[in-house]
């Protein structure tokens, strides 16, 4: 029929052959069978498909004015899609021993086998009380599509802390709203951790976060870590940012500002002491973003982000007052099937306004957990060395990273109850020098490490990248350091 299409559904159980012409819909064939891929022949009278009758997905097709399907094919594993017949040969992709296998099959002078078609009437069911009739318009409501639909375990262990937690994220129909929750606990100091992330349009953002930075630890064998914390920070962060984006094939730029209320409370387990700071700026942030990945990377494999924050603490009435400034680059470099990745990150706070600090192997939330760029940073991840170290924190800092990132194997292994598994496992060596300083000359303190990155799979489709890492600082108050973290990274 000219000017018609055919889909499939799926309603009440049954797979249908709908065709829908002049505004119209009408059934062609419906049954329980699963069909999918819908063609036409060389005339529209007569539509190929592919269909699972006898458990086996094959090729049928129906014929106007006939009420039989026709088999054309016998595959033994099944057939996934098909193109439309051109000339009695069509492409078939098929699935075999080696994976899915495309080839050229010409169509029998007659059908394999032949069964009777059903096409039942579906009655219509009348739509419930307030609700709009099929097809009628109504406002659109993001609420049923954004409830979360996986609760994924997470959890890290680093100087001598301990917590665990579960992460979900999520978004409607449309992609105009994004979630991310992700609630922890950490089980020797007894407190509760986590953050919680909405973005809008991939443009307006809030996010809310407590993190645990461990600044003190002692060795100590009775402890089940290994460790016993003697001092740590707890940072509470509530923040806005609001961005304006110009998109270009491969390139993104995007400019923006926003807000950031931080709390830190300095817990000192030897003296029983808590001093709470609190902290308040304003910004503007910047960049351009021209990473891509591929289909089997881990993670970022070609391209460069570059992005530039402008802060002021200046008449906030924080603990605080002065300007930021921070340069924040990152490139990823293909070399055969591995990546060499690089980052410099450059930073100056004027002398009033809060100190930067390096070490550590980075903070219970990381900034990838939140799309959009995260304000008032001023703790940076130098593995091999502890994070407060005097020595590691100034008014001016700079930090430079060389990873080379190489696959070791695609496993893609599962249990198909509970359904988890793993997909990929790859590995990192890595190099790094930070230097942090007031007045006093600039001194680079070095360090080098390798990293295990362990991607889990949990319902086939979510996946949490494990970091496993051994780092060792190379001058005193250097030291060697195993850890485990969620995400990469950078």
Not at 215 to 237: H, L, V, W
């Amino acid at each position: 029929m000219r000017g018609s299409v055919v889909v499939t559904s799926l309603r009440n159980e049954r797979w249908s052959l709908v065709e829908i012409a002049e505004g119209k819909s009408s059934v062609l064939v419906s049954d329980p069978a699963v069909k999918h891929s819908p063609r036409f022949g060389d005339s529209t009278s007569e539509i190929y498909f592919v269909a699972d009758y006898g458990n086996v997905a094959n090729v049928w097709s129906w014929r106007r004015g006939d009420r039989s399907l026709a088999r054309w094919t016998q595959a033994r594993n099944g057939v996934k899609e098909i193109s439309a017949p051109v000339s009695g040969e069509m492409l078939v992709t098929t699935i075999e021993a080696d994976g899915d296998v495309l080839r050229v099959r010409s169509l029998p002078d007659a059908p394999l086998e032949v069964r009777q078609a059903a096409a039942e009437a579906v009655a219509p069911v009348a739509p419930p009380g307030g609700a709009s009739p099929p097809g009628g318009d109504r406002p659109y409501s993001a609420w049923s599509s954004l409830r979360p639909r996986y609760w994924l375990p997470i959890g890290y262990a680093a100087d001598g802390a301990f917590v665990l937690g579960v992460a979900t994220d999520g978004q409607d129909a449309l992609g105009l709203h994004q979630y991310a929750l992700a609630p922890a606990y950490e089980i020797t100091q007894h407190q509760a951790l986590g953050s919680a992330a909405y973005v809008y349009d991939n443009r307006h953002g809030l996010l809310l976060s407590r993190t645990m930075t461990v600044k003190a630890s002692t060795t100590n064998d009775q402890k089940f870590t290994g460790r016993e914390i003697r001092a740590y920070d707890i940072g509470e962060t509530a923040q806005w940012v609001s961005l304006w984006r110009s998109l270009r094939f491969n390139v993104r730029y995007y400019w923006g500002l926003g807000g950031a209320l931080d709390r830190e409370t300095l817990h000192d387990l030897a003296a029983g002491t808590s001093t709470p700071r609190d902290e308040r700026v304003l910004g503007l942030v910047s960049g351009v973003d021209t990473r891509r990945t591929q289909l089997l990377s881990e993670g970022p494999s070609q391209g460069q982000q570059l992005r530039l924050f402008a802060e002021t603490s200046n008449g906030m009435r924080g603990a605080y007052s002065g300007n930021f400034y921070r340069g924040d680059w990152r490139a990823y470099l293909p070399a055969g099937t591995t990546v060499v990745s690089l980052r410099w990150n450059q930073a100056y706070s004027q002398p009033q306004a809060e100190a930067i600090q390096l070490g550590g192997t980075g903070t219970s939330f990381s900034e990838e957990a939140f799309a959009l760029p995260v304000l008032n940073q001023r703790e940076f991840p130098l593995r091999g060395y502890r994070s407060g170290e005097a020595v590691l924190t100034g008014h001016r800092a700079s930090l430079a990273t060389l990873e080379w990132r190489i696959p070791i194997s695609d496993v893609d292994r599962h249990f198909m109850v509970p359904p988890v598994g793993v997909n990929r496992i790859s590995m990192s060596a890595f190099t790094e020098a930070g230097a942090a300083w007031d007045d006093a000359p600039r001194h680079w303190y070095k360090s080098g490490g390798v990293e295990l990155l362990y991607e889990a799979r949990a319902g086939y489709l979510l996946g949490a990248q494990l970091r496993i890492g051994v780092a060792k600082g190379f001058e005193a108050p250097g030291r060697t350091e195993g850890y485990v973290r969620l995400g990469r990274s950078f």
